[in-house]
Every structure is written in structure tokens, then in C-alpha cells.
């Protein structure tokens, strides 16, 4: 079966850097995709990966490996209104998205 | 308005109703979806829509019916629904249904649903 693993949910402090790690297995591979959700709202685009290394986007960052099904998001100077939940998405063979379950990220002062 | 709009935010109703949720996409895009979100689970894929025609429909079932009259406009007509089905309906639209960076999708901020 195809599967996405993201922690449940993680914890870190204002002003600092997290790293949010993705790691999948799926029939084929077309593309990463990482997503921010705050509470009630549509989830929004981050970054999108397709080849091995790091797309940074200001204070975002994706990082991709093939070989190792891994991905993973990082957030440096973190701000309050990082708090949100990053979804992680894998496009398959058959271009059908497949999803991770999440990861709720909890900033504190 | 800019962006995917849907509505109502906000649903409730008995099993024995039958509603309609509207989504519409103002970014010129040729594909549309339906996605259910349920607490702490993956996005769950409903339906898709290319140039309005249905190119998946991942065996959800039929109490759930969906309706694509044109590339700018989806529906998702309710009836006989279950309290399982308590969940944020999310519609989504890409410019592609397939391929590289371009089908990358774009959501609208849900409808959350409640079936007492």
C-alpha cells in the first residue's frame, strides 16, 4: 500500500528553527508538496520538490531525496503565526495525490 | 473575489435532509476536486473533475453526488448522509489534472459539515 509518515505533532519556541520531517512509500513518484493549514482555513501551498536537494523560499525550506523516500520542511526564525498544522503530499505514478495526516506545529514565547 | 470560494462554511444537518455545498474557482483553472478532511486523518479524495467531465471517483458512496456544469463551478449534493460523515469538505482546483508544477492545487477554506 502507498503510505505518508509525518510526526502528530510538534513543538518548538519563537525565534527558533524546526525541522518537520516526511517520509513515504508510494508506486511511483511525480513530485513532493508540502502544505500549511492554520485552524479553520484552507490549507495553502508551500513547495513543491521533484529533484533530489533544497528549494528554499525565504524563511521555508524543502529538502528532497529520492533514493530514501524523504522529505522534510524547515522553518527558521520562527513566528507565532507558524502555529498550524504542514501537510505533506506525494504525487504517485497515476498523478493522484496522496496525503500525509499532518503535523500540528505548536509556537510558544 | 479571487481565489476558490465555496459555501456555506458551516453545515448542519439530519440524516434525512438533503443540502448542496457550492465551490467556485476564479483562477481560470480546468480541473476541480472534492476532498474530505476528518480530524487527525490524511485528505481523503472524493471526486475530480477535468473540463468538466468526472475522471475519478474514488468509491465514495451515493449518497454523495456530485455536479460539474462548468469549469468554474462544483457541487456536491448531500442526501441521507450518516453522522460519519461529520467533516470538513474541502474543494480544491489546479490548472492541470496532471503533471508537473503546474497542477499544483489551490483550496477553498471548506465547508464544515455536521450530520446529527
Known amino acids: 500500500g502507498q503510505n505518508i509518515d509525518q510526526p502528530t505533532e510538534m513543538t518548538a519556541t519563537e525565534g527558533a528553527i524546526v525541522q518537520i520531517n516526511c517520509t513515504y512509500q508510494t508506486s511511483g513518484f511525480n513530485g513532493l508538496f508540502w502544505y500549511q493549514q492554520h485552524a479553520g482555513e484552507a490549507p495553502t501551498f508551500l513547495s513543491y520538490n521533484v529533484l533530489d536537494g533544497l528549494e528554499e523560499k525565504g524563511r521555508f525550506s524543502s529538502f528532497l531525496s529520492r533514493s530514501k523516500g524523504y522529505s522534510y520542511l524547515l522553518l527558521k526564525e520562527l513566528q507565532m503565526k507558524d502555529s498550524a498544522s504542514y501537510l505533506c503530499a506525494v504525487r504517485d505514478s497515476n498523478y493522484q495525490l496522496i496525503w500525509g495526516a499532518g503535523t500540528k506545529l505548536i509556537i510558544k514565547p | 473575489e479571487t481565489g476558490v470560494t465555496q459555501t456555506p462554511r458551516h453545515l448542519v444537518m439530519g440524516m434525512t435532509n438533503k443540502k448542496s455545498l457550492k465551490c467556485e474557482q476564479h483562477l481560470g483553472h480546468n480541473a476541480m476536486y472534492w476532498y474530505k478532511q476528518s480530524a487527525k486523518k490524511p485528505l481523503e479524495l472524493m471526486f475530480v473533475?477535468?473540463?468538466?467531465?468526472?475522471?475519478e471517483n474514488n468509491s465514495v458512496p451515493s449518497r454523495f453526488s456530485p455536479e460539474c456544469p462548468n469549469s468554474s463551478h462544483l457541487f456536491l449534493h448531500l442526501h441521507t448522509l450518516q453522522p460519519e460523515d461529520s467533516a470538513l469538505y474541502l474543494c480544491?482546483?489546479?490548472?492541470?489534472?496532471?503533471?508537473?508544477?503546474?497542477?499544483?492545487?489551490?483550496f477553498g477554506p471548506g465547508t464544515r459539515l455536521t450530520v446529527l
Open positions: 473533475y477535468s473540463l468538466e467531465e468526472r475522471v
Open positions: 480544491a482546483s489546479s490548472q492541470e489534472p496532471t503533471g508537473g508544477r503546474a497542477d499544483t492545487q489551490y
